[in-house]
């Protein structure tokens, strides 16, 4: 029979840490703990085999689970001493969620399982404090209520906080033992007039319901979301784990906390914990109340604190990582309640990583794996202006200061509900999510927002965990914030700030302002530029930029771009004092008149290419010439409806007849010029074929300017690249044509500059022919935006339309405009290369859609054996960091084969 629970107690765990696909992260952590003899509650762990035969057999569990649930039961009943559902030794459980990642939050939990009316009074007179017991009793029924019987949380607090109103106090420690008792009264009614029975009395019943709740709890909607957004496979299921509880509720000797090993906000080497007495893990981790700092437990209790810090370093060493810990103390009695990898901001994580290098904890290699690339976007980071914060702060525009959880800065409008938050965001507007305190409900909105303020929490609590996770600034604990999410309105000391007003965050500093404060781009840390030194040295695929400008091309190699992979030579002409001079090029009626016209454009296209080719000194720049239809230089849409509406009025009017004959010429142009499709139409080599003098200006603008700055000591190395080939013929005249006005150049200036001719691979036509289009094409680059449109049929400018429901219903793993098919899409590059390197075997090979940033793209990328990549300025450290894993991993995988 199928093993479907694995005990852990009294120092022996029949688990261990490499075991995480079976017991989950709880689970396998649990039980590795146990067996360092670290002070662990005795509990059982049921599988995610049990979860998965649960869920494929519709909610029914495998043959034999129960009564192995049972055995371990019984086995946890003789190492707690007490048994479950007994009157007098009552054993209370908890029963929690754990998948082989972490999800925090995003899972169900039942706490105090065990309790009713009998073991309750068992419970207060064993520990002789009946108001510890009804406490435990209410938050039982509470969160049983609404973790397995589907009643809101509402539904139990408002009845909590009526109390508290009526008795004049704040705090629930303060609610004496005759009012929980009948409140806990109230509870149990809320739950049979919400379910039309009574509240489950049999302990064994209760656990049973938990852990069905708990297997449930997978496909919970919050669930669900975080692993569409950090990409968790639906499959993978949770584990269970079932543990005797213990109790941070039972006085002032007790109390219950979370802590990171190092600070996961910077990576510092400090023990960054908070800690409530007298209190429940929840009350921490859900952010119900705001802890104290971690000095207040060495105050109150030192030996306890000291053993804490001795077992925190101790399981970093274990784990050779930092580690985030959750912690309860029962009348001076440390337990362990959780380890895992803490979460972290992306700055946190590159210094976390290079500071354990150098206390030689893990190697390079290691520290390079620990890091998701994605994460390093992050540590670009904007910040608010000094002046102009202090400048607000001085007018009075602080509205609170809380405590600082996630780093970086945002501006945006303040929303109160995180679906509105979705709904703006998608709507282009930048949101702030503000609420008393966040929930696992809530991650879409945090996702979707700039920034996170809650009025409630601590900086372990839910909100702060998740917004490092995902990169997002945040401020928790704002207590000077009264948040009414009715009225969709905040009251910060009688300033009332409405839905849909701007506020700035500054989750370094933990500051809330008034209306928008300037931003500023973030430097780099020093650890920063090491790692990704570690990084170059092991990577063998080359990164580059996409930059258009000469500001582009410094910060492309401020941040490590070893050249240019793509300059768009059409934004260029976008510029103001240009878009006239293209205009006149497109109404030219002849090529003589045309090239007139080219002709005024050839000293601002050259001007561009010598500020690129300075800032790029001694690195490869890849020119792309004129690509887009020539329409979309004439009217935007708005434009368009202004000219037909002034045509008509001069019309109706009978006056201005010069003004309207030249309208009426540039309309019959625009209409000579749209096409059905204009993807599909005259752009890319066509145009260049069909109007040479576009091409040929451009050309001669690139020749010109590199022999220009070679002249004054630039070492320059220009490839001219020609878009959208798809044909043999098509890429041999470009090519002659580029050459023989290129070479022409050189004679004239007497400047000797090298220079080669490639192509865009963007057709996949082009792909299947590459071995007859390398004949003249020099290099090769890979346009993926055009190619995954092409290849599969979907337009990018309308793939919106459809996309959400594809994703939703798992038609596409992912948007393959943003993450490289490489079934598909994959398979024509794999042949272009292969075919191309047929017949030139140093065929320069690159990249330069949108995926040449995306890390698993970039993987892709070095298994097909590309050169290099280009993406984004701001996406370079992640490429850089990509190649370096995909190198590793596949270093590590021949070497395994090989042992193997």
């Known amino acids: 029979m199928t ?56 909610r029914r569990w495998p043959e034999g689970l129960w009564e192995q649930a049972l055995e371990g039961l019984d086995k946890l009943e003789q190492d707690a001493g007490l048994a479950l559902g007994d009157p007098k030794r009552p054993l209370l459980l908890s029963v929690r969620s754990g998948a082989r990642v972490s999800m925090p939050g995003m899972m169900e939990t039942v706490l105090n399982l065990g309790l009713n009316d009998s073991t309750v009074e068992g419970l207060a007179a064993r520990t002789r404090d009946e108001r510890f017991a009804w406490d435990c009793y209410r938050r039982f029924v509470s969160m049983f209520g609404t973790v397995v019987l589907g009643i809101k949380r509402d539904a139990f607090d408002e009845h909590l906080e009526a109390v508290k109103a009526r008795l004049g106090v704040k705090s629930d420690p303060e609610v004496p033992a005759h009012e929980l008792r009948k409140l806990t009264q109230t509870f149990r009614d809320v739950v049979s007039g919400r379910t039309g029975g009574p509240f489950p009395e049999e302990p064994k019943e209760q656990l049973r319901l938990a852990i069905n709740a708990v297997f449930d709890s997978w496909f919970a909607k919050k669930a669900t979301e975080y692993r569409r957004i950090h990409d968790i496979p639906a499959d993978w299921g949770t584990a269970v784990t079932v543990m005797a509880m213990v109790f941070g509720n039972l006085g002032e000797t007790s109390g219950t906390g979370v802590g990171f090993t190092r600070d996961p906000r910077t990576g510092e080497r400090r023990f960054y914990a908070e800690f409530l007495a007298s209190a429940q893990g929840e009350d921490v981790v859900a952010g119900i109340r705001t802890p104290e700092h971690i000095d207040d437990l060495r105050r109150r209790m030192p030996a306890v604190y000291d053993d804490l810090l001795s077992i925190a370093d101790r399981l970093e060493r274990h784990y050779k990582d930092m580690q985030d810990i959750e912690f309860t103390i029962q009348e001076g009695t440390l337990y362990l309640l959780q380890t895992r990898s803490g979460k972290r901001s992306a ?48 007018r009075g525009r602080l509205l609170a200061k809380g405590l600082p959880a996630s780093p970086g800065a945002a501006v945006g409008k303040v929303v109160f509900n995180a679906d509105r938050a979705v709904e703006w965001a998608k709507n282009g507007e930048r949101v702030i999510l503000v609420r008393p305190e966040t929930s696992p409900e809530d991650i879409a909105g945090m996702y979707a927002a700039q920034g996170i303020v809650t009025a409630r929490g601590g900086r372990t609590s839910h909100a702060a965990v998740v917004a490092v996770g995902m990169g997002k600034p945040c401020v928790v604990g704002a207590g000077g914030l009264v948040v009414s999410e009715e009225r969709r309105l905040f009251d910060a000391g009688g300033r009332l700030v409405r839905e849909g007003d701007f506020v700035s965050v500054d989750g370094t500093t933990g500051e809330v302002i008034l209306d928008a404060v300037k931003t500023t781009e973030p430097g780099l840390p020093g650890e920063f530029e090491e790692f990704l030194a570690w990084a170059d040295t092991y990577r063998s695929l080359g990164v580059r930029a996409n930059a258009d400008t000469p500001e582009d091309a410094r910060k492309a190699r401020e941040f490590g771009a070893e050249g240019i992979g793509l300059v768009r030579t059409e934004h260029m002409f976008f510029a103001g004092d240009r878009i006239p001079l293209v205009r006149e090029m497109i109404m030219a ?67 201005n007849p010069d003004l309207k004959a030249a309208l009426d010429e540039k309309l019959a142009k625009i209409d000579t010029l749209r096409e059905a499709n204009p993807m599909l139409g005259h752009r890319g080599c066509r145009l260049g074929i069909t109007s040479p003098e576009i091409y040929g200006m451009q050309v001669r603008a690139i020749i010109e300017a590199a022999c220009m700055v070679a002249e004054q000591g630039v070492k320059v190395v220009p490839e001219i ?98 993450v490289l098919d490489q079934e598909g899409v994959g398979e024509l590059i794999r042949i272009g290369i292969e075919r191309g390197r047929r017949t030139r075997p140093d065929l320069k090979v690159g990249i330069c859609g949108e995926h040449g940033g995306e890390p698993s793209s970039v993987e892709f990328c070095h298994q097909v054996r590309m050169t290099y990549v ?24 021949s070497e395994g084969g090989a042992n193997g």
């Not at 329409?631 to 708005?638: C, G, I, R, S, T």
Request: proline share 6%.
């Open 589 to 655: 009626t002849d090529h003589v008149s045309r090239r007139v016209a080219v002709q005024k454009l050839l000293p601002f296209q050259r001007d561009d290419f010598v500020g690129i080719f300075r800032a790029m000194d001694g690195l490869p720049v890849t020119i792309r010439l004129l690509d887009p239809p020539l329409h979309e230089f004439l009217a935007n849409p708005k434009e368009y409806r202004e000219m037909l509406e002034e045509r008509a009025r001069l019309e109706a009017l009978n006056i």
């Open 347 to 394: 700055r946190a994580a590159v210094r976390v990583a290079v500071d354990l290098v150098r206390e030689s904890v893990i190697d390079q290699h290691t520290a390079l794996l620990r890091v998701p690339p994605q994460d390093l976007s992050q540590i670009l980071h904007a910040g608010l202006d000094a002046a102009d914060k202090a400048d607000a702060i001085r």
């Open 870 to 893: 280009s993406c984004s300025p701001f996406m370079i450290p992640i490429a850089r960091l990509a190649a370096a894993q995909a190198r590793l991993r596949e270093r590590a995988a």
């Open 3 to 58: 093993k479907y629970v694995y005990s852990f107690g009294r120092g022996k765990a029949e688990g261990s840490s490499l075991m995480r696909n079976l017991l989950g992260g709880k689970g396998c952590e649990l039980a590795e703990m146990t067996n360092l003899g670290i002070p662990v509650p005795p509990g059982f762990t049921i599988t995610t085999q049990a979860w998965a035969h649960y869920n494929r057999a519709g």
């Open 721 to 818: 690249m020609i878009p959208l080939t798809g044909t043999v013929g098509e890429m041999r005249l470009t090519y002659e044509n580029t050459k023989r006005v290129a070479d022409g150049v050189l004679a004239e200036m007497g400047v000797p500059v090298k220079y080669t001719i490639g192509t865009m691979i963007e057709v996949p036509r082009a792909a299947l022919i590459a071995d007859k289009i390398a004949e003249h094409a020099e290099f090769f680059s890979f346009g993926t935006n055009d190619l995954t449109q092409l290849t599969f049929g979907y337009s990018r400018d309308d793939v919106a339309k459809f996309l959400p429901d594809y994703l939703q219903k798992g038609l596409l793993a992912h948007d393959p405009f943003a």
